[in-house]
């Protein structure tokens, strides 16, 4: 009785012990300038362009070491070297902008010390006035 009951209450501790360390937010020393960017209304078929810069705040060389996309209509182009601190980088992505109407796009950034920063784009594709 007394080892199924040590059983269940070591269980349900570690259960929890996980859950809280999963939900514990690993904040980064890469300090973005702005997280959003509004590309206002662009011209269909005609990529839009932007660069989120960044600076390294901790006392330890940081890494970007995963950048994804919310869908394949945005490309990003980032600092891949170690960023130094008080160095600066960029996270430059491009949305191709072929489909018409309202956008919202999120670019997760992973680094190298365990942190996911979250970045996001919108705007408007209106017709291409040639």
């Known amino acids: 009785m007394y080892k199924k009951a040590f059983f269940l209450f070591f269980t349900l501790l570690a259960g ?3 859950a809280q360390a999963q939900s514990e937010k690993v904040e980064s020393a890469l300090k973005f300038e702005k997280t959003e960017h509004n590309f ?3 011209p269909q078929n005609v990529p839009a362009v932007h660069e ?3 600076e390294n705040k ?15 209509c945005t490309t990003p182009f980032y600092t891949k070297e170690p960023v130094a601190p008080k160095k600066s ?7 191709n902008a072929a489909q018409m109407g309202a956008f919202t796009k999120t670019i997760t950034v992973t680094t190298s010390e365990g942190a996911t920063i979250y970045l996001t784009i919108r705007g408007t594709v209106v017709a291409n006035k040639q």
């Open 58 to 72: 901790g006392k330890r060389p940081i890494q970007i070491t995963d950048v994804k996309t919310s869908c394949g």
């Open 52 to 54: 989120f810069k960044f």
């Open 16 to 18: 929890v012990m996980f």
């Open 40 to 42: 206002g209304e662009i």
């Open 89 to 95: 980088g960029v996270v430059k992505v491009s949305y």
